[in-house]
């Protein structure tokens, strides 16, 4: 299957620092990924859309000044999370949509965001 | 706005046995319905797929069910193993580009 790499898989930052998390698709070009976030015994929760070379669209509620989110090229989208605070600690998981036939996203393994 | 809901929240069974998860969806205009299994602190790996014009999928122990018309979808794991312990989520899309709609995930434990 089609393998999306997710990096850092865990990361511990200060308050007030910014924090960029890194999404490739290895083996195949990604016209959209997706940016999730899951909170203990909850549903991931979709962030925004990433479509490559556009800006990206954003979920109701979801600060797009805090999670910036950059798709420069088929293959990578990143996001930023920015002047980070303790309560932006989570777990982030990114997915790719092959361009040619939409019919399965694969998954990065996540990022551990704690903020202390 | 489409909902999934994933029946039991948890579910604890000696190693062995053969057991149903349930996942219910709102919306029935589906484009297809997947399964993962999640381990703690990891990303997720997709178990089955199901097109919306499918009724069901197998992979090895695992088969997955879709009835669209009612919204629901079952995943049925033959001869549970303690290494099948595992959290298990229901996603559904309801188009090819658009984004997978997730369940709270069913917590399973497999004592041997």
């Known amino acids: 299957g089609a393998v999306v790499s997710q990096h850092p898989s865990r990361v511990i930052c200060k308050s007030g620092t910014s924090v960029k998390i890194e999404c490739r698709s290895l083996?195949?070009?990604?016209?959209?990924m997706f940016w999730y976030r899951q909170f203990p015994k909850k549903s991931l929760m979709l962030m925004a859309t990433?479509?490559?070379?556009?800006?990206?669209?954003?979920e109701q509620g979801v600060e797009k000044d805090k999670f910036l989110i950059n798709h420069a090229s088929l293959t990578l989208s990143t996001l930023t999370v920015t002047s980070a605070h303790p309560e932006d600690s989570s777990f982030y998981i990114c997915?790719?949509?092959?361009?040619?036939?939409?019919?399965?996203?694969?998954f990065g393994q996540g990022t551990r965001l704690t903020v202390v | 706005k489409q909902e999934v809901t994933q029946i039991p929240a948890a579910l604890s069974v000696p190693e062995g046995e053969n057991l149903v998860l349930n996942c219910s969806f709102t919306?029935?205009?589906?484009?297809?319905l997947q399964w993962f299994r999640q381990d703690p602190g990891k990303g997720l790996t997709s178990l089955l797929l199901i097109q919306s014009s499918q009724r069901e999928q197998t992979s090895g122990r695992l088969n997955a069910s879709l009835d669209k018309s009612s919204g629901r979808s079952t995943l049925y794991i033959a001869a549970s193993q303690p290494g099948d312990s595992a959290t298990y989520l229901c996603a559904v899309s309801n188009s090819g580009y658009s984004t997978l709609t997730f369940g709270k995930g069913t917590m399973l434990l497999v004592s041997p």
């Open positions: 997915s790719a949509l092959p361009g040619q036939q939409p019919t399965e996203a694969f």
């Open positions: 990433s479509n490559e070379g556009s800006k990206a669209t954003y």
């Open positions: 919306d029935s205009a589906i484009y297809n």
């Open positions: 083996d195949f070009q990604a016209t959209t």
